[in-house]
């Protein structure tokens, strides 16, 4: 349902385009706001609750991407929306990797399109807005998260400069770090990697795992180190058995995702590390928001909800919205804020969708097959477009578990 409360601002140089969008939109039950610049857009941003933006990409002095760079670093629960009239590659690439807009429409469009685009975004801008009541009063609180691992802070560095990358550099910043080498052996070695010889060296584990997985691995292993309490045992919420919930969604999403026959191997990693890092939310709630988070699991736990539900009472926001708080704060690539972000809604994303519904079908279905525990105390629904996705049937799923498990030892 859309609300006729919501707002839209409209972001373009040509005069033409934003009468027709005028003149398209005129009788739909939303508010319209239109710009002829980025900073005419900002000025109305300072005055007015906005919802969506949508922005063209090319305009003079401030162009769409530094505009949208704006908006996202100061309104970062305004849905964005790119409206292209060029294969301005560059442009559009940078705004979909750095999260700058969450996705793109054509110029010139079809009015059909066009408004169903609008519609789903409302409804994505509806949910964030609810989510964000809470998160905005417990923001500051977070302050002490503000520092990005240091292990990460340096691997970051180094995959920023790609043409001189090299992997003796990248070894040697993460030899550095006892725990986190441990880690990259221990899954170079594992089988859901294929490896049949030992790997024995970081350098090797390196080659092997590459680059998305090495930088889940570093930040699963310094997010639990980090983030969470490490040892506090909150009663229905064991730290061990969550540990054991991520790393099985992250192998089983992984697993899903192989599924797909057209899916870049790339994405297949990028499954797994998205699975591990997804509920990453609840541990700062564990960690730094404790009391809160004692009384979710109570609320879940008398109520008979879902966590998710429970934190919507407690601190009107979710695991998904902190935890994404958190991950654009770190830099972190766009499919893993997404991932984190949107694990239990996933249509209401729109890129990175075949990752995001591999992590969303992997946590309920890990939850089904008992595999750790989430703080749940009642299995979550998998959305049904992305059960299909998977072309996955129930007979399966016993084998499908069984895989799981032995990857998991
Ligand atoms: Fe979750
Ligand atoms: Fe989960």
Same mark, same amino acid.
């Given at each position: 349902m859309n609300n006729k409360n919501q707002t839209i601002l409209f972001v373009d140089d040509e005069e033409n385009v934003l009468n027709s969008l005028r003149r398209l939109l005129y009788d739909e039950p939303?508010? &319209?706001?239109?710009?002829?610049?980025?900073?005419?857009?900002?000025?109305?941003?300072?005055?007015?609750?906005?919802?969506?933006?949508?922005?063209?990409?090319?305009?003079?002095?401030?162009?769409?991407?530094?505009? &949208?760079?704006?908006?996202?670093?100061?309104?970062?629960?305004?849905?964005?929306?790119f409206l292209s009239g060029y294969a301005d590659r560059t442009a559009?690439?940078?705004?979909?990797?750095?999260?700058?807009?969450?996705?793109l429409l054509p110029k010139p469009w079809d009015d059909d399109e066009l408004k169903g685009v609008i519609r789903d975004a409302l409804l994505q801008a509806e949910e964030l807005k609810k989510k964000n009541i809470g998160l905005q009063k417990i923001i500051n609180s977070l302050s002490t998260l503000?520092?990005?691992?240091?292990?990460?802070?340096?691997?970051?560095?180094?995959?920023?400069?790609?043409?001189?990358?090299?992997?003796?550099?990248?070894?040697?910043?993460?030899?550095?770090?006892?725990?986190?080498?441990?880690?990259?052996l221990r899954w170079s070695n594992s089988a859901l990697f294929g490896q049949m010889y030992k790997v024995d060296t970081v350098e090797r584990a390196l080659m092997i795992l590459g680059i998305d997985i090495v930088e889940g691995l570093v930040l699963s292993n310094s997010i639990f180190s980090?983030?969470?309490?490490?040892?506090?045992?909150?009663?229905?919420?064991?730290?061990?058995?969550?540990?054991?919930?991520s790393?099985?969604?992250?192998?089983?999403?992984?697993?899903?995702?192989?599924?797909?026959?057209?899916?870049?191997?790339?994405?297949?990693?990028?499954?797994?590390?998205?699975?591990?890092?997804?509920?990453?939310?609840?541990?700062?709630?564990?960690?730094?928001?404790?009391?809160?988070?004692?009384?979710?699991?109570?609320?879940?736990?008398?109520?008979?909800?879902?966590?998710?539900?429970?934190?919507?009472?407690?601190?009107?926001?979710?695991?998904?919205?902190?935890?994404?708080h958190l991950a654009e704060w770190w830099s972190m690539p766009s499919f893993l804020v997404n991932a984190i972000r949107w694990h239990h809604n996933p249509h209401l994303c729109k890129i990175d969708i075949d990752i995001v519904s591999a992590v969303h079908v992997a946590n309920v279905l890990v939850q089904r097959f008992e595999l750790g525990a989430s703080g749940n105390f009642r299995?979550?629904?998998?959305?049904?477009?992305?059960?299909?996705?998977?072309?996955?049937?129930?007979?399966? &799923?016993?084998?499908?578990?069984?895989?799981?498990?032995?990857?998991?030892?």
């Open positions: 939303w508010n &319209l706001f239109f710009a002829d610049s980025g900073s005419k857009g900002l000025e109305i941003l300072k005055k007015e609750k906005v919802d969506l933006v949508i922005s063209d990409v090319r305009m003079p002095v401030m162009d769409g991407l530094t505009f &949208l760079k704006q908006v996202k670093k100061i309104y970062p629960h305004i849905v964005r929306i559009i690439v940078t705004a979909l990797s750095e999260g700058c807009a969450q996705q503000s520092a990005t691992p240091q292990t990460y802070l340096e691997i970051k560095k180094c995959f920023s400069h790609k043409n001189t990358l090299s992997i003796e550099s990248l070894a040697e910043i993460i030899e550095q770090d006892a725990s986190v080498s441990a880690e990259l980090s983030i969470s309490s490490g040892s506090r045992v909150l009663t229905g919420f064991n730290l061990k058995d969550f540990q054991t919930h790393l099985s969604c992250g192998i089983l999403a992984k697993l899903l995702i192989a599924r797909i026959s057209h899916e870049e191997p790339k994405n297949v990693d990028r499954a797994f590390t998205a699975g591990l890092l997804h509920d990453m939310g609840k541990l700062v709630e564990e960690g730094h928001l404790t009391e809160n988070f004692r009384k979710i699991i109570d609320t879940a736990r008398q109520k008979k909800t879902l966590l998710l539900e429970a934190e919507y009472d407690v601190l009107e926001t979710t695991h998904e919205e902190i935890g994404r299995i979550p629904q998998a959305n049904q477009e992305s059960f299909e996705l998977f072309e996955l049937s129930e007979e399966e &799923l016993p084998a499908l578990k069984e895989s799981v498990i032995y990857y998991l030892s």
